[in-house]
């Protein structure tokens, strides 16, 4: 039921900012405040849906499988975000560059529990956190109106990412640790976004948009050997992330 919830709300949000700018596309807005050149600063909200999995694969004893996936996890939250950037119009083209900064700490913790014999279970668990992410993308745009401008955006965004991984498994009642792992650094992810702007005043926009941002796969780098037979396993983590945005900006032109 809180899966269900949880892409129920998702959906709302991708839904809110595709109704923005199908507005905008069927709206007629008046030439009051047009879109103009020159440097930007806003800040807004952000819905953040993020999604984590970790594969981990085996070759060894009928106590640890050869290949076990934990269950993906993800989490939903708001946060504040704040964007600086720089927009032209060539006409009716726009062209943009846009940093953005977003302030959070995501953990996500998941288990995937398997019996292997009638006296023996055996625990796979994870946790991720990640936080502070910077992005910088290029924007790409039409002035479907004087006022509006619709766009695609793409770029790369940058995350301090720690994972870590344990393994344990209960045998006639006690608990047995088999395996630990870490992981730490910093990711940098690709972005992929549709969004739209309307000039509100001569110095007042607001924005929305919907992004991707795909982190892709990390490998573990400790190649830690198992207790039960000396084998090494190996670990891959992957991240994604989902957010809606709508910010009020102050233009500089």
């Not at 964007?83 to 560059?97: K, P, S, T, V, W």
């Not at 288990?111 to 796979?124: D, E, G, M």
């Not at 301090?160 to 992810?189: C, H, P, V, W």
Request: no cysteine; aromatic share 12%.
């Amino acid at each position: 039921m809180k899966k269900i919830q949880r892409i129920i709300q998702a959906k709302k949000y991708r839904l809110l900012s595709a109704s923005f700018i199908l507005l905008l596309l069927s709206s007629r807005i008046s030439d009051a405040a047009i879109v103009t050149s020159g440097f930007y600063v806003g800040g807004g909200i952000q819905h953040v849906s993020a999604e984590y999995g970790l594969t981990r694969h085996f070759n060894g004893s009928p106590l640890t499988p050869s290949d076990v996936r934990n269950t993906d996890h993800s989490s939903q939250w708001q946060t504040p975000q704040l964007a600086i950037g720089y927009q032209h119009l060539f006409g009716r083209f726009y062209l943009g560059a846009e940093g953005t900064k977003s302030f959070y700490t995501d953990r996500l913790h998941g288990a995937h529990t398997q019996q292997i014999f009638q006296s023996t279970v055996v625990t796979y668990g994870s946790d991720v956190r990640y936080s502070n992410p910077f992005a910088l993308d290029m924007l790409i745009g039409w002035a479907i109106t004087p006022s509006a401008v619709i766009y695609a955006r793409a770029g790369l965004s940058y995350t301090a990412l720690r994972s870590d991984f344990n393994l344990t498994y209960l045998y006639m009642g006690k608990q047995y640790t088999q395996e630990t792992d870490s992981l730490r650094g910093n990711r940098i992810g690709k972005d992929l976004g549709v969004g739209a702007i309307y000039q509100l005043s001569p110095h007042l926009m607001l924005q929305a948009d919907y992004k991707m941002t795909f982190y892709g796969q990390m490998h573990y780098s400790d190649m830690q050997p198992s207790i039960a037979n000396d084998a090494p396993s190996r670990k891959t983590v992957t991240l994604k992330t989902q957010t809606a945005n709508v910010n009020l900006v102050y233009t500089f032109s």
